[in-house]
């Protein structure tokens, strides 16, 4: 039980991961339903992490990190730049949402180059965390 709940949310955000990588290669092919299916797949994955993570928090606490040396450092450098940019993506995919929403496509063009890859870095540092913290 201890681990279960944090796979789950491992695999919440590999799945937004996923879904943003597909999301992106539709829109690259002029696909737009498929884009904006994964796109919308990808928000659902990522408010439901954001959920789950708050409930585990409230009702686990922290982890601590077991190991000492070089990996611990690499775990914290990568433990801080996923929390900041998570703070930073939050208002970022909501403009982002809200302007292909109201069809205004090219200023959401301009805002999604930046929220794409800042939400891909922390969708994939999430798994990473996960898999230092319970896997190594
Ligand atoms: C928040 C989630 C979303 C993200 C991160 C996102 C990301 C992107 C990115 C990076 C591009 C530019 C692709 C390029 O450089 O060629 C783009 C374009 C586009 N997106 Fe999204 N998208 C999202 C949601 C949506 C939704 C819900 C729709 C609804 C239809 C949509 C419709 C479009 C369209 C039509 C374009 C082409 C705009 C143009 O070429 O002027 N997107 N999107």
Not at 36 to 47: D, E, I, P, Q, W
Not at 96 to 120: F, G, N, S, V
Request: hydrophobic share 55%; net charge positive; charged share 10%.
């Amino acid at each position: 039980m201890r681990i279960l709940w944090p796979t789950v949310n491992a695999l919440l955000n590999l799945t937004s991961a996923l879904l943003l990588t597909a999301g992106y290669r539709f829109i690259r092919r002029r696909r737009v339903r498929a884009h904006r299916a994964c796109m919308l797949g990808a928000v659902t994955s990522s408010a439901l992490f954001l959920l789950s993570y708050v409930l585990y928090h409230t009702f686990h606490g922290t982890t601590p990190f077991p190991k000492g040396g070089f990996i611990r450092i690499l775990y914290f450098a990568i433990l801080l730049s996923h929390t900041v940019l998570a703070l930073i993506i939050l208002p970022l995919v909501l403009l982002t949402l809200l302007r292909a929403l109201r069809a205004e496509y090219p200023r959401h063009r301009q805002i999604a180059r930046w929220t794409l890859p800042l939400w891909l870095y922390v969708s994939v540092t999430g798994v990473a965390i996960y898999v230092m913290l319970y896997h190594w």
